[in-house]
């Protein structure tokens, strides 16, 4: 399973791992770890023959801290024992474990600080008594697998728990309000792609979260009065959040997603910053024009990599101007007027710009230099179809099938929202 940037992707797993004494080969594993480890061994099994529980050998002499693919040990208070269980092999092609996680087996390993289940087809509950059996857990990934039931409240007993990842599973309920507030050492939260219901619980102000992800469960409600300070990525998409954002979230912010939800009201112009290079607050409820913001967040612009989607709202207003360096920008099926400012042309025909939708808008010219031919860049997508203006050829390269085609909106509507301004 690739790792990834924690900026830019969901999730990044850190595998920390202390050793209090370097074990040697003379040494044994600890009686109550190796028949935790047995007891694993019973409720989970290959999908596919060989792949990974083919080293538990456990009628060999070798020592399993040696021989069984998964398992690391250390010596503590002069025994060895189990500190790191990584379950399955982790590899792309690998179908994974099923069966289900042993609560008997996992509450053995109580010297255990990483617990990492690989995508597979497990299923059944979490261990409940985790946070109160294996104190010394500082990462649990449990990801991609067929989990069922509620998160343990036990887990928020972890005070030194570092990672949480939970995602891609059917997890019910909702989340522990403990979880939010009582583990001063969590970094990372992940539990996204669940059946989680009810609201976004407060943080502590004390937290030192830095990546925070729950998109793609069943949460509601508004965005929480305190969200960490620390945050640098954040994604809540396609919950049921509703209302405004009244508290704007952390100032290191540099990706930020809170589409396909039913946020409203006017968007702060404190997000609009170029170092949060990746903001995406597509299909909801946001009105009102895009807010200038102080020139003080601009002392380096928008540039490569840089995203800003704020489609498929009911924004209005002419088009800003201090978005024109965005590389990849949507400002589609929105209200925007008037005409699309000459830098934003500049930069399309120029390359910076490497998307830039415009269609379903009032929009009523795009500018370009008359007599003279303009060529886009390739991979260079612009689309303004179904505007107050007949779209030039070049406005409709790539435009996406739900664009409607190359046609503008017809008048009537178009008075309604350029009063004066005619189609051309």
């Given at each position: 399973?690739?790792?990834?940037?924690?900026?830019?992707?969901?999730?990044?797993?850190?595998?920390?791992?202390?050793?209090?004494?370097?074990?040697?080969?003379?040494?044994?594993?600890?009686?109550?770890?190796?028949?935790?480890?047995?007891?694993?061994?019973?409720?989970?099994?290959?999908?596919?023959?060989?792949?990974?529980?083919?080293?538990?050998?456990?009628?060999?002499?070798?020592?399993?801290?040696?021989?069984?693919?998964?398992?690391?040990?250390?010596?503590?208070?002069?025994?060895?024992?189990?500190?790191?269980?990584?379950?399955?092999?982790?590899?792309?092609?690998?179908?994974?474990?099923?069966?289900?996680?042993?609560?008997?087996?996992?509450?053995?390993?109580?010297?255990?600080?990483?617990?990492?289940?690989?995508?597979?087809?497990?299923?059944?509950?979490?261990?409940?008594?985790?946070?109160?059996?294996?104190?010394?857990?500082?990462?649990?990934?449990?990801?991609?697998?067929?989990?069922?039931?509620?998160i343990p409240a036990s887990i928020s007993e972890l005070q030194n728990l570092h990672t949480l990842d939970l995602s891609h599973n059917k997890l019910t309920g909702v989340i522990p309000l403990a979880l939010a507030s009582a583990l001063p050492d969590i970094r990372v939260l992940v539990l996204a792609y669940n059946n989680l219901a009810g609201e976004i619980p407060e943080f502590s102000d004390e937290s030192q979260l830095i990546h925070l992800d729950m998109r793609n469960n069943k949460l509601s409600g508004n965005l929480?009065?305190?969200?960490?300070?620390?945050?640098?990525?954040?994604?809540?998409?396609?919950?049921?959040?509703?209302?405004?954002?009244?508290?704007?979230?952390?100032?290191?912010?540099?990706?930020?997603?809170?589409?396909?939800?039913?946020?409203?009201?006017?968007?702060?112009?404190?997000l609009f910053r170029p170092s949060?290079?990746?903001?995406?607050?597509?299909?909801?409820?946001?009105?009102?024009?895009?807010?200038?913001?102080?020139?003080?967040?601009?002392?380096?612009?928008?540039?490569?990599?840089?995203t800003v989607d704020l489609s498929h709202n009911f924004l209005s207003g002419e088009i800003p101007n201090f978005l024109d360096g965005v590389e990849t920008l949507f400002l589609n099926n929105n209200h925007f007027t008037g005409k699309v400012p000459e830098s934003y042309v500049g930069n399309v025909f120029a390359g910076t710009t490497r998307t830039l939708y415009l269609q379903h808008n009032y929009i009523t010219s795009f500018p370009m230099e008359k007599g003279k031919e303009m060529v886009l860049p390739d991979g260079v997508a612009l689309c303004l179809s179904y505007n107050c203006m007949v779209p030039p050829a070049v406005g409709l390269t790539a435009c996406p099938a739900s664009a409607g085609g190359p046609v503008s909106r017809p008048f009537r509507q178009c008075s309604v929202f350029n009063s004066g301004n005619s189609i051309g």
């Open positions: 399973m690739a790792f990834r940037n924690i900026f830019r992707q969901p999730f990044t797993l850190f595998l920390t791992v202390l050793v209090s004494i370097s074990p040697t080969i003379q040494q044994q594993l600890a009686v109550g770890d190796l028949n935790a480890l047995h007891q694993i061994m019973y409720t989970l099994t290959d999908v596919k023959d060989g792949s990974f529980f083919s080293t538990w050998n456990f009628s060999s002499p070798g020592n399993p801290c040696y021989t069984f693919a998964g398992v690391t040990c250390a010596v503590v208070n002069r025994q060895l024992r189990v500190i790191t269980l990584c379950l399955g092999t982790g590899l792309s092609d690998s179908p994974g474990l099923a069966g289900t996680i042993s609560g008997d087996g996992i509450y053995g390993l109580t010297e255990l600080t990483q617990l990492i289940l690989y995508p597979g087809i497990v299923t059944g509950f979490i261990p409940s008594q985790i946070g109160r059996r294996n104190k010394n857990l500082r990462v649990i990934s449990l990801t991609n697998n067929r989990l069922t039931g509620t929480p009065e305190t969200l960490p300070a620390t945050l640098r990525y954040l994604s809540l998409s396609s919950n049921g959040l509703w209302g405004p954002l009244n508290r704007v979230p952390s100032s290191y912010l540099v990706y930020l997603d809170l589409s396909m939800n039913q946020l409203s009201g006017p968007i702060p112009d404190s949060l290079s990746s903001m995406y607050l597509q299909r909801n409820n946001f009105s009102g024009e895009v807010p200038a913001p102080p020139p003080s967040s601009f002392s380096v612009p928008y540039g490569p990599g840089s």
